[in-house]
């Protein structure tokens, strides 16, 4: 099936996603809407110094693995770790994303590599 797998390479600023197949690579950049949001260091609150974490682009990267058998995540900081607990929370109440948690097939840290060198890891 054509552009049945997929990775996606995410931080708190931008998501590339790559959907592939044997011989087809579909490649799309999503960016945040808020990826700076200010962050106030007040005593006492629970994430003192860690900006929220951006829902619309979250389901923006959600919807964008619509079809896929089996994808993999990766990136350089804890969004990717925000998104995994993101589809923990709602599998419940959504078939596309308990689906999407059924076939995440890995998760895993990487700088941002090269286009090619993110699909040769996705191959492997």
Not at 32 to 37: G, I, N
Not at 50 to 61: M, N, Y
Request: glycine fraction near 8%; include cysteine.
């Amino acid at each position: 099936m054509p552009r049945s797998r997929a990775i996606v390479w995410m931080d708190s600023c931008e998501a590339s996603v790559f959907r592939f197949g044997a011989d087809e690579v579909d490649q799309l950049q999503l960016r945040a809407d808020s990826p700076c949001l200010k962050v106030s260091h007040k005593a006492g609150s629970m994430h003192a110094g860690r900006p929220a974490a951006d829902f619309d682009f979250f389901d923006r990267v959600i919807d964008s693995l619509r079809g896929t058998r089996t994808w993999y995540l990766t990136g350089p900081d804890g969004t990717r770790q925000d998104l995994v607990d993101y589809l923990e929370k709602y599998k419940t109440r959504d078939g596309h994303i308990a689906g999407l948690c059924r076939r995440l097939v890995g998760v895993s840290t990487m700088d941002r590599p090269t286009n090619d060198g993110l699909l040769e890891r996705a191959r492997s």
